[in-house]
């Protein structure tokens, strides 16, 4: 294969692994992000259970996209670094407060205890999902790069739109969080969940629709995707998936917790769960085309920033083998757990 070749397979690879990220860490983020509007302790005690079982293996896909992008591509991590050390390092700690206090609530002495650390894992979702949207803003918005380097200022990733995508990314995990929980629960509590499912992807739809607005005149290229002629053609199924997955999510909201003799209630109310996943792949689709072949906009390309072929086809046969362990880990986690989450099972 081409080293141009190569470097496109890296290119789809850092993709998948971030996208699983998002779509996984999105949910255990979004339960966080839920918590000051769930009633009870013990339905905030059963929320954190469903994710427990899983979510230290969905932090693996972060660290693979990271590592990825630093060994396959190491001009863009050399650049976007700098541009954006400031929001990564506010994540990075948000996610490490957080998974000390999602340890930490279990073994609360008092109920003040207990009120602390579900604020700090409640304020840690937050931070993390908010952070993790400005980051994608600041590298959405173009990065300044002069010769090999970063040439923008300290703050440049805070901006009117990074600090859009910060709460549109919020809102989306809230929605994921929302709809893992229509899936994994029961009775009060996924009445509780259903209604915050409504109004947290009414939220996220108003917020992809004004990030979808803004996006195609940030950048010329990014224009040209959407609006020229014939290339148009490529992306105008989006929008119209969208639309399609919207419907069927409300529709599986309303759904929700009804038995019928002949449906499976637990996949019958995965519905939801799965439309919200669909609406993060499309977005996420939307700026892949929007991007492509950028891996830093305006100007770097995933040809510009590789490493040296030699070096990616010597990771490309290590992933091989790696990442269908992870997935096959992580579909043996999924499935050993799978089910609805009873009053007083899960984490203790």
């Known amino acids: 294969m081409s080293a141009e070749t190569i470097a496109t397979i890296w290119a789809f690879l850092i993709a998948f692994a971030v996208f699983l990220y998002v779509c996984m860490d999105g949910f255990d983020l979004g339960v966080g992000i839920l918590f000051p509007w769930i009633e009870g302790q013990e339905e905030r005690d059963l929320s954190v259970n469903t994710v427990a079982p899983v979510w230290d293996g969905n932090e693996t896909w972060l660290i693979l996209g990271g590592g990825g992008l630093f060994a396959a591509f190491p001009l863009a991590y050399a650049v976007v670094m700098p541009a954006v050390y400031m929001p990564i390092i506010i994540m990075l700690l948000a996610l490490i407060f957080r998974g000390v206090s999602f340890e930490m609530r279990f073994r609360a002495a008092s109920p003040r205890q207990l009120f602390l650390w579900d604020c700090a894992f409640c304020g840690g979702s937050y931070v993390a999902s ?13 990065v300044q790069v002069s010769g090999r380097a ?33 899936w994994k629960t ?10 915050l499912a409504r109004r947290t992807t009414l939220l996220t739809l ?8 803004i996006v195609p005149f940030l950048l010329p290229q990014f224009r040209a995707r959407w609006f020229d002629f014939p290339i148009i053609l490529t992306a105008a199924p989006v929008p119209i998936l969208v639309v399609v997955l919207s419907v069927l999510l409300f529709r599986g909201l309303a759904r929700a917790g009804r038995y019928t003799p002949t449906t499976s209630m637990i996949w019958r109310d995965g519905i939801p769960f799965a439309c919200a996943l669909g609406l993060f792949f499309l977005a996420y689709t939307g700026l892949g085309i929007s991007m492509w072949p950028n891996i830093v906009p305006p100007d770097i390309t995933i040809w510009d920033a590789a490493s040296p072929r030699s070096s990616q086809v010597f990771m490309l046969v290590g992933s091989a083998v790696l990442i269908p362990i992870i997935l096959a880990y992580t579909g043996y986690a999924y499935w050993l757990f799978r089910g609805k989450m009873k009053s007083g099972q899960g984490y203790h």
């Open 130 to 142: 908010f952070a993790q949207g400005v980051v994608l803003g600041a590298l959405v918005q173009g």
């Open 150 to 182: 970063y040439a923008g200022g300290w703050w440049d990733w805070l901006s009117p739109f990074s600090v859009l995508t910060g709460f549109a990314v919020v809102a989306g995990y809230g929605m994921l969080g929302a709809c893992w929980l229509v």
């Open 186 to 195: 029961e009775d009060w509590l996924q009445e509780q969940v259903k209604a």
């Open 206 to 213: 108003g917020f992809m629709a004004l990030v979808s607005a």
